[in-house]
Each structure stands twice: as structure tokens, then as C-alpha cells.
């Protein structure tokens, strides 16, 4: 393969302006990796493994760690804007190949957006107000859908705050949970205590897919990097670091849950950080929390259907998926076909799926374009760059493959088979698209052939 032409040194290279340092960097990560699932999704963990919550998070992070290896050699090697789609693309030079991987992690942002929808009508918000969920959640999505229709700057302008606020909600869990462990209350023991009627190894496996979903942020970094200041140094720094805080943070939460709450309840709960901080006896408000916990959800939600709109505005802006998607407001200037589309996936998606079903087809999604990434880099090792890049031994890629795929054995059947639906889809519409190429091309060429 020929050398990299479009990944010179960074600073020889016209574009956006490079103003983010490390410090920036790793705030972003964090802020985007401790996001809205770990609220939710530590009951679903109690229901494989009871009480030993931790152990499925440290399998998590494992697989975590040897792909944001991966991540920190193609994002120091081609420091572009893209994520892994783009390293796909230029492995193996695919379009289709290329497409599904785009399209997967549009369709990630769909069904994370659906799984936050779930969370966010739930236990939190059924202690402010006493309405259906399934009404909420649609309500929800609207108001995040005109939200997004008004412009991504609106979108993203109280995304720090909101963020904020959300770490805010951890702190507080580990707060409460330290002050009952001092005072001599709960029970640590249940920290050692499996689910009673599923095997240990099994269920660990099981809540590790769960676990993973909390770790997801290294991706969407991924597309900040023509924007970061020596990006060789200050990805890995920030990655790994990002990684390594957002770890610690869900291990203290996990350990602090169980130790409050038996796990048994906690698997029946959809706000099992609300339990927490209500069993603990500390003086904070139930109605606070809930708050807390529904901006951080919201926020969540936001982002990531942001995300899928302009994921599927930018595939079809390069002809893999149809026009249409590309069609823009006038004077907003959003991608309108494709807000509505996702809205529309995401609505559907939140009446017929469940938290944990929903939670664990984003990891089977992202696992894959992982996957992708991991072997991309592979192929890319022989491909040389004109500038110092961070580079981790083959054998990193080769265990975060090891690891995707034994995590890929844990799906169930429904989970295949809704991603199977969207690789389906997403075959219909790259096909359509390319069809239409085809079209418009024959009338160019015909206009050219008709003028004398």
C-alpha cells in the first residue's frame, strides 16, 4: 500500500483549527463516556450476576482498553475526522464495506436513543409524575427531535452543563453509599454474592455486554481529531485516561448499589441509583435525583440522535445512501429527512423494545464496527505515515478481536435477529442510492451527449 498522502503532519495540513489540548480532550471523553446507561443499566447487570456487579465492569473495561488501542494508532495515524468507516475504507477500499459500517453506527444511535427514551419514562420520571410510559417516551423523542430540527448548535450548547450535571448524580450515589458504609449500614458482603439461579461464569459474560455499553465514547472521539493539538500525544494520554476515571467512577457506583441495595431489587428497578440514594437515608430530595438523572438521560438521548442524523446525512452527501437523506432545512440548514427518520426508527424502537434489549444491540452494533477497526488496523500496519504516530503490537488488536467475538457469543437470539434487520435495511438503501447514482449519471451523460 502506498504511503499516506492525506495523513501528513498535522501541522502542514489546512482545515479546522486545531484548539483542543489533552486537557480538553480528556473531557470530552469522559463527559461523553460517563453518560446516561450507567443509571440504568446496574439493575440489568444485578439480574446475571446479583451483587457482584463489579466483575462484568472490569470484563467490560478490558475490551475497552485493547480496542481505545486500537483507536489511539488509527486516530494518531490519520488524524481526520470519520472513525472507522473511514480506516475501513481505507484497508480495504469497499464502498459497501465502508456503508455498513457507517450505517451501524447510525443505527447504534438509534437504538441507543430508544434505550435512553425507555430509561428516561421510567422509575426516574414515574417520581415526579405519574403518567404512562410509553406516551412520555414518544413525547420525549418529539421534543429532542425539534430540538435537533433547530440546529446543532442549540443542540450541543448545554451539552457541558448538562454533563455536568449528570457526574454530579455519580458523585452523589458514591456520597450516599461512603456515608452508609461508614455509619456501619448495608451489607458488603453482597458484593461476593452471584445471582442465585444463574450459572456464575455465564452471567458474568452476559452483564459484561451490558457492562460494555457503559464504556462506549472512544468512537464519537474519533471524529474530533482535526481538531486537537498534537493529537500523537494527546489522544492516548486522554483516551486511556477518560477510560481509566470512567472505570473507577462505575466500579465505586457498582459496589456502592449493592452494598445499599439488595440486588434483587435493583434487577426489578428501571432508577436503581434513585433506590440507592432513597435506602441510604441521606437527606436529598427523591424529586432532585430524579431530576438529575432525567437531564443526564435527555442529554444523552440528544447526542446521539444527533449523532445518527448526521451520520446518515453525511452517508448520503457521499452517495450511499439516498438522496433524500441529504435534504436540508432552508433556513435551519439541519438535515430534516434524516432527523425525522431516526426520530421515526427511534419511537418505534422505544414501543417495541426493552432497556436491556435495546442496551445490548448497541453493543452488538458497536462490537461489530469494532471489530472493523480492529482488523483495519491490522491491514494498515504496513501502510507508513510522514509523521510520529502512537502504535500498540499486533497483538492488541488480535486480543480486542478475541475478546469482540467472545462477547459476540453471549447475544441472544433477539439480538441478532434486530440487527440482522438493520443490515437488511441498510443493503436496501445503499442499493437504492446507487441505483439513483446510476440514474442521475445517464441523464448527465445524456444532457452533455444532446449539447451541440
Known amino acids: 500500500m502506498t504511503n499516506d498522502t492525506t495523513a501528513q503532519a498535522p501541522a502542514a495540513q489546512p482545515g479546522l483549527k486545531r484548539a483542543i489540548g489533552t486537557p480538553l480532550l480528556f ?15 446496574v439493575g440489568t447487570m444485578a439480574t446475571d450476576v446479583g451483587g457482584v456487579i463489579w466483575l462484568p465492569l472490569l470484563i467490560a473495561l478490558v475490551v475497552a482498553l485493547l480496542t481505545a488501542g486500537t483507536y489511539a494508532e488509527l486516530i494518531t495515524k490519520y488524524p481526520h475526522a470519520g472513525g472507522a468507516a473511514r480506516y475501513v475504507d481505507r484497508a480495504f477500499g469497499k464502498p459497501f464495506l465502508s456503508f455498513l459500517v457507517g450505517f451501524l453506527m447510525m443505527a447504534s444511535g438509534i437504538t441507543t436513543a430508544a434505550a435512553l427514551a425507555n430509561a428516561f419514562a ?3 420520571f414515574a417520581a415526579l409524575f405519574d403518567i404512562p410510559p410509553i406516551p412520555v417516551a414518544i413525547v420525549f423523542i418529539a421534543v429532542l427531535t425539534l430540538i435537533n430540527l433547530r440546529g446543532v448548535r442549540e443542540s450541543l450548547a448545554t451539552n457541558f452543563v448538562a454533563s455536568i450535571i449528570e ?34 461464569l455465564q452471567g458474568a459474560f452476559a452483564a459484561s455486554i451490558v457492562a460494555f455499553f457503559s464504556f462506549l465514547g472512544f468512537e464519537a472521539a474519533a471524529n474530533m481529531a482535526e481538531e486537537v493539538k498534537d493529537p500523537s500525544k494527546s489522544y492516548p494520554r486522554a483516551l486511556f485516561g477518560a477510560i481509566s476515571t470512567a472505570a473507577v467512577v462505575y466500579l465505586l457506583i457498582a459496589l456502592g448499589a449493592v452494598i445499599v441495595v439488595p440486588p434483587a431489587e435493583l434487577a426489578e428497578s428501571t432508577g436503581p441509583l434513585l433506590d440507592v440514594v ?19 438521560i435527555a ?59 435495546l442496551a445490548e444491540t448497541t453493543v452488538l452494533l458497536l462490537l461489530l464496527v469494532f471489530l472493523s477497526a480492529n482488523v483495519s488496523v491490522l491491514v494498515l500496519k504496513k501502510d507508513k505515515v510522514d509523521h510520529k504516530h502512537f502504535s500498540v503490537p499486533r497483538v492488541v488488536p488480535v486480543l480486542a478481536i478475541i475478546a469482540s467475538v467472545v462477547l459476540l457469543t453471549q447475544q441472544t ?29 445517464r441523464k448527465v451523460a445524456a444532457a452533455e451527449d444532446a449539447t451541440p
Open 299 to 357: 442529554n444523552g438521548a440528544l447526542l446521539f440522535m444527533v449523532m445518527a442524523s448526521r451520520v446518515g446525512y453525511g452517508l448520503a452527501e457521499s452517495g450511499l445512501l439516498p438522496h433524500a437523506f441529504g435534504r436540508v432545512l432552508t433556513k435551519r440548514r439541519t438535515p430534516w429527512v434524516s432527523i425525522l427518520v431516526v426520530a421515526g426508527a427511534t419511537m418505534l424502537l422505544t414501543v417495541v423494545g426493552d432497556i436491556g434489549t
Open 122 to 124: 421510567g422509575d426516574y
Open 27 to 41: 473531557a470530552f471523553i469522559v463527559g461523553d463516556t460517563l453518560g446516561a446507561g450507567i443509571y440504568t443499566l
Open 413 to 441: 437470539g433477539p439480538v441478532w435477529l434486530g440487527t440482522a434487520g438493520y443490515i437488511v435495511v441498510g443493503t436496501v438503501l445503499f442499493f437504492i442510492a446507487r441505483a439513483g447514482r446510476k440514474r442521475g449519471d
Open 167 to 200: 457526574v454530579t448524580g455519580l458523585v452523589i450515589v458514591i456520597f450516599v453509599a461512603a456515608m452508609v458504609f461508614a455509619g456501619g449500614g448495608g451489607e458488603p458482603a453482597r458484593i461476593f454474592e452471584f445471582a442465585p439461579d444463574v450459572p456464575p
Open 278 to 296: 432513597t435506602a441510604s437515608g441521606v437527606a436529598i430530595p427523591p424529586w432532585l435525583f430524579s431530576l438529575i438523572a432525567l437531564v443526564a
